[in-house]
């Protein structure tokens, strides 16, 4: 009996040929509530022969391929990463004089002023960045291998006489959903999850956007890889985090911000290595820099559990102070008050998704029940930023103390990096003031994020606590043996019976040959 399967058509470019890949089990799906959604599916695959010849080529290895539905204009994770790795290699040339000379005092200081992004970064962690950046195969470890990729056909657009109806499409307002796993994985292009029952009323006032139209793309990448919300063993989630934080700082070299970093946005990889290594992926949202930019008219609503909180709140942490004198008081109606910047997604706000990623690994994953439940308010499956939430950041303290009475005493060691943690990105806040394009007041907080990341391994490595896989319960944990997962779902956990759900092999999978001549298309 044949086993049910989806077999997809890539033309490779490179190769000048069309291949195929045929699924082994799905890793994840994004059951979107809106059509206009991305629709993204990620399958494990294998290459074949032909969508009748079902047989693997010789020397094919297990791949991951995504689809994913984009904007009509919006660039490839190809085409996104490429831009990266340019820019990255711009920016080693303004190295390579550096790395191979040594600096006394004035040369150091003349060089951080040319170079903002290494202002007070420690010389140990400034020869690591030069020796990544001296060979390209050594930064592209900290991102996936894109193997092929096709661009296929867009949706129709817009009609003239279309009018929005109410009631359709229009999120509810959101009802407060616990920090338990299953709701952790919601993805950026999620608007509301499918587990938040309805509610008749409170709409949520609808935000303006374009309702572009959509073209399909798909992608084959190299690495099999384990998103760190999946990772069983705290010990390899935190070395997987400690890597991505240095693909966050390449990202900062190369003057990107990535936008939607996430337990499944980051991953781990075995490989045939002895230690394994951390990846981030999902570049769909990666966004060149521009403080002075626009941005896009359609809503991305972030992965809520880990959104930084002034996106949430669309409200700067930093208020400027002025001194009041209370005689001659102006009237009410006199008083013009200073406009803060516009609301735009930051290096440090990256940062800070990495920072909600690990306090949810340690409060929720880490199985403890109470703790679990003190957090709730804290991490809620809508785009709200609850009171609990925000003190997080701007008064950690609190929440430290709060934890020690729950925590069990082996997680408690864990309390003293995440106060420091908040700590550091609230002074980064604090500190930046309005002047959010001076790339050297992000410089330095790598650096820091890292020596917490290292001071919870040396931990970690000693406690070897094991986590909950997301879609599990401590329960369900301790009633079979622990095991390590599988390459799990990335944006919705699916139950193991629907693991290898599809069709026979399809041809409908094809893309028209009138797609194929819009293929090569550059986008904006």
Same mark, same amino acid.
């Given at each position: ?87 990255? #290699?711009?920016? +080693? %040339? ?10 006394? *005092?004035?040369? /150091?200081?003349? @060089? &951080? ?96 956007? #374009?309702?572009? +139209? %959509? ?10 890889? *384990?998103?760190? /919300?999946?990772? @069983? &063993? ?99 109606? +006199? ?190």
């Amino acid at each position: 009996q044949r086993k049910l399967c989806l077999v997809f058509e890539v033309q490779d470019e490179q190769k000048n040929r069309n291949r195929y890949f045929k699924t082994l089990h799905s890793v994840a799906e994004h059951l979107s509530l809106c059509v206009t959604g991305r629709s993204t599916r990620v399958f494990k695959v294998i290459e074949v022969g032909g969508f009748d010849d079902l047989a693997p080529v010789r020397g094919a290895k297990n791949k991951i391929l995504k689809y994913v539905w984009l904007d009509a204009e919006a660039k490839t994770e190809r085409e996104i990463q490429e831009s990266i790795f340019k820019d990255l #290699d711009k920016f +080693a %040339k303004k190295l390579e004089d550096r790395c191979k000379r040594k600096d006394d *005092e004035r040369e /150091q200081h003349e @060089q &951080e002023s040319e170079l903002p992004e290494f202002y007070e970064v420690p010389e140990e962690d400034k020869k690591m960045l030069c020796a990544i950046l001296s060979r390209p195969e050594n930064y592209k470890r900290y991102f996936l291998t894109i193997d092929c990729d096709q661009q296929g056909f867009e949706s129709k657009p817009l009609s003239p006489d279309a009018k929005i109806k109410d009631g359709i499409f229009t999120r509810v307002a959101p009802s407060t959903v616990s920090a338990t796993l299953p709701h952790a994985d919601t993805s950026r292009s999620h608007q509301m999850s499918a587990m938040s029952p309805p509610q008749a009323e409170g709409n949520v006032p609808r935000q303006p956007r #374009d309702y572009v +139209a %959509k073209r399909q793309y798909r992608v084959v990448f190299d690495e099999v890889c *384990e998103a760190l /919300q999946n990772v @069983q &063993e705290l010990k390899t989630v935190i070395r997987g985090m400690k890597d991505c934080v240095t693909g966050l700082q390449l990202m900062f070299l190369a003057g990107w911000v990535h936008r939607d970093i996430s337990g499944g946005n980051m991953l781990w990889f075995s490989g045939t290595e002895t230690d394994g290594r951390g990846i981030l992926s999902d570049l769909e949202y990666a966004k060149k820099f521009d403080p002075e930019g626009q941005g896009s008219a359609d809503p991305k609503t972030g992965t809520p559990f880990f959104m930084p909180i002034e996106i949430q709140r669309q409200i700067h942490i930093y208020e400027p102070t002025k001194e009041t004198k209370f005689r001659g008081l102006p009237l009410l109606s +006199a008083i013009e008050e200073s406009e803060s910047p516009r609301m735009i997604h930051n290096f440090q706000h990256d940062l800070e998704s990495l920072f909600w990623v690990f306090l949810w690994t340690i409060t929720v994953r880490a199985g403890n029940e109470k703790t679990r439940q003190h957090v709730a308010q804290i991490f809620q499956q809508d785009s709200h930023c609850s009171r609990e939430r925000e003190l997080v950041i701007t008064a950690g303290r609190e929440l430290v103390r709060e934890l020690e009475g729950l925590m069990p005493q082996e997680l408690k060691e864990f309390l003293g990096p995440i106060r420091v943690f908040s700590y550091v990105l609230m002074n980064g806040y604090l500190s930046r003031h309005f002047e959010l394009g001076k790339l050297s007041t992000y410089s330095e907080l790598y650096g820091f994020v890292r020596t917490l990341l290292s001071q919870c391994l040396d931990i970690a490595e000693i406690l070897d606590i094991r986590l909950l896989p997301v879609g599990s319960s401590r329960e369900e944990t301790q009633a079979k043996a622990v095991r390590a997962s599988a390459p799990q779902t990335r944006k919705r956990t699916r139950a193991s019976t629907k693991a290898d759900a599809g069709s026979g092999s399809r041809k409908s999978q094809r893309i028209s040959e009138q797609a194929r001549s819009a293929r090569g298309r550059t986008n904006a």
